[in-house]
């Protein structure tokens, strides 16, 4: 038995299975990370006037978290650029800006990393401040959707492309869903830049 509304649009919601599926699963992320949010609201307000203090502690490096917010935006670029190449028919370009999307969430892996491994070396942890405790878990979390978005775009632009020439427009559709997840892991990044290394 065949699945309804897997490729074609529902007639009542104009949407197929998975985007409804996508628009649900990024509802209820968005209120994870609105959550934490509101926890770094009320751990900032309630810090007694010494966060500035902690967060100087910490050494956040501006620059590097400047060029990895570059990094995610031109793969949001690059991730709009896959899509449109699979509704063109263009299995190639396809791969290229798929390959290019994920090797960008790979530099911004690697780059966290060095950021990471600095603060650790001069003994920066999530227990010494509750600055870092709550830096750490929301770069953390953010980090760990980087990768699932990696893991999902790199199958579909991997073994997942193989149904290209048999059912075009299920490929399209899921890449569309897997763009969706991205651009939303970029925009919380948005958020997370400004919040911690700027203000």
């Excluded at 307000?45 to 966060?51: E, F, H, T, V, Y």
């Excluded at 396809?94 to 990471?116: A, Q, R, S």
């Excluded at 999902?152 to 073994?159: E, Q, S, V």
Aim: aromatic share 16%.
């Amino acid at each position: 038995m065949e699945i309804p509304y897997t490729v074609e649009a529902h007639p009542e919601t104009g949407l197929n299975n998975g985007k409804i599926g996508i628009w649900l699963f990024l509802t209820s992320e968005v209120m994870l990370f609105g959550a934490l949010f509101a926890t770094f609201i009320m751990l900032r307000l309630g810090s007694d006037g010494n966060w500035a203090a902690m967060q100087a502690e910490a050494e956040l490096n501006i620059p590097l978290a400047t060029l990895n917010t570059a990094v995610l935006i031109a793969s949001s670029l690059t991730m709009v650029m896959a899509w449109a190449s699979l509704m063109r028919g263009q299995l190639g370009r396809f791969k290229l800006f798929g390959w290019l999307t994920v090797g960008c969430g790979g530099i911004f892996l690697v780059i966290k990393y060095f950021e990471y491994t600095a603060k650790f070396e001069h003994h920066h942890y999530p227990e010494s401040s509750t600055f870092l405790a709550i830096y750490f878990a929301m770069t953390g979390l953010h980090a760990l959707h980087v990768i699932g978005g990696m893991a999902w775009n790199a199958y579909f632009t991997g073994p997942g492309s193989k149904v290209f020439h048999t059912n075009r427009q299920w490929l399209t559709d899921r890449v569309e869903h897997s763009g969706l997840f991205w651009h939303f892991v970029d925009l919380v990044w948005i958020f997370l830049f400004p919040v911690f290394y700027l203000l």
